[in-house]
């Protein structure tokens, strides 16, 4: 009845859906993570997963805080990342005050 497992995915859900939806970036998200996903994430980061892609300190630097023209990715949430890339900051800010 809509459960299903969540396997090898990290799936992000907002930890309020109405805030979410009014661009407030104080709303947080909840990450739910299988096991050994960090550790896959840490390899992948530092050597490229053994060699099968680019580590990401080439284009992100070393401390992942962004370089050049690529931005940060580390410390923030998938779902930020995807938000915040694709819409403006003055487009995040909410209509209103929230209680």
Do not use: Q
Request: glycine share 12%.
């Amino acid at each position: 009845m809509g459960y299903e497992p969540i396997g090898l995915r990290i799936i992000e859900t907002p930890e309020n859906l109405e805030r979410t939806e009014l661009r407030d970036d104080a709303s947080g998200f909840i990450a739910y993570v299988p096991v050994g996903s960090i550790k896959k994430g840490e390899s992948l980061v530092r050597t490229g997963d053994s060699g099968k892609t680019v580590p990401c300190a080439s284009c992100h630097g070393e401390s992942l805080k962004g370089a050049g023209n690529a931005p940060p990715i580390a410390g923030r949430s998938l779902a930020m990342w995807c938000v915040s890339s694709t819409i403006s900051r003055a487009a995040l800010a909410p209509a209103s005050p929230l209680s």
